[in-house]
């Protein structure tokens, strides 16, 4: 497995984190901004995705010296392990050309590759949406596309 240091972080520091200040809050609800902190303490460039966020899971940029990831953080492990499935129902051959490569899940967190924010050219929206329509992929949109590794890549979407 890839990029074991992140799994360990997140499975061995923030969660137990994560659990320590749900107990002593007495609350249900995620401490978005304290995981926020405690990611930039390793990873002093990491950013907190706003447009990336949802009710189920949260997106944080981190990275190594080579190459950006998004560390995704579910409320609960079925929330992630959606978005893994969608990924691995994708033909072998195909996937990681369309569908930005995803190198682990473990209980709420998710690494996946990340990449540039830019202006998706319409030939390549429609490529993708294509693609996306044939392999059952819903809510393809400039949104949920980015720049990766030089091509342009699917990095949510959901099975119909």
């Known amino acids: 497995m890839r990029y074991v240091r992140i799994q360990n972080f997140a499975v061995e520091v923030i969660k137990p984190i994560i659990k ?4 002593i809050k007495k609350t249900n609800k995620m401490p978005w901004k304290q995981i926020e902190t405690i ?6 460039e990491t950013k907190y ?3 990336s966020k949802g009710y189920f899971k949260h997106v944080f940029v981190i990275h190594t010296d080579t190459r ?9 492990p079925e ?6 499935k969608t990924y691995i ?21 998710m690494l ?15 490529r993708l949406k294509e693609w996306g ?25 959901e099975k119909s």
């Open 20 to 23: 320590h200040l749900k107990t």
């Open 68 to 76: 950006w990831f998004a560390l995704k953080i579910g409320r609960k």
């Open 49 to 51: 995705e706003n447009v």
């Open 79 to 84: 929330h992630i392990k959606k978005d893994f």
């Open 39 to 44: 990611l930039k303490i390793l990873y002093p």
């Open 112 to 126: 996946q590759k990340w990449g540039d924010k830019v202006e998706v050219p319409h030939d390549e929206l429609i």
């Open 89 to 109: 129902d994708l033909p072998k051959t195909s996937r990681n050309r369309y569908y930005a490569k995803i190198y682990w899940v473990k209980d709420i967190f």
């Open 133 to 157: 329509r044939k392999q059952g992929l819903k809510d393809i949109r400039p949104a949920n596309i980015m720049r990766v590794d030089g091509r342009f890549k699917i990095v949510d979407a």
